[in-house]
């Protein structure tokens, strides 16, 4: 296939889609909204994924510290992680 019937292709596969959506929007139920009226945003963690080169890797050193509070001393985990070649 040339490029330019690619790209027709493609633009009439994202027509369709975009005609789609509102009859799949007006099929929806109307409550998706909790109930109450209360109204939570929910909210996804960001994710970091590190993809180093394949000749990398992850080292790690980890101790505890102990941490002086106004409720007592905590022994608190640290960890330090670094990038070395390998």
Do not use: N
């Not at 490029?3 to 789609?20: C, E, H, T, W, Y």
């Not at 009859?23 to 139920?29: E, K």
């Not at 990398?56 to 001393?73: A, F, H, I, M």
């Amino acid at each position: 296939m040339s490029a330019k019937s690619l790209m027709a292709l493609a633009g009439l596969a994202a027509l369709a889609l975009v005609a789609a959506a509102p009859a799949r929007a007006q099929t929806a139920p109307m409550s998706l909204q909790p109930a109450g009226g209360s109204s939570k945003h929910l909210r996804a963690h960001p994710r970091v994924e590190v993809t180093p080169r394949p000749l990398l890797y992850r080292r790690c050193v980890d101790w505890y510290e102990l941490q002086y509070r106004p409720s007592g001393t905590v022994l608190y985990p640290r960890m330090h992680c670094w990038w070395v070649r390998g």
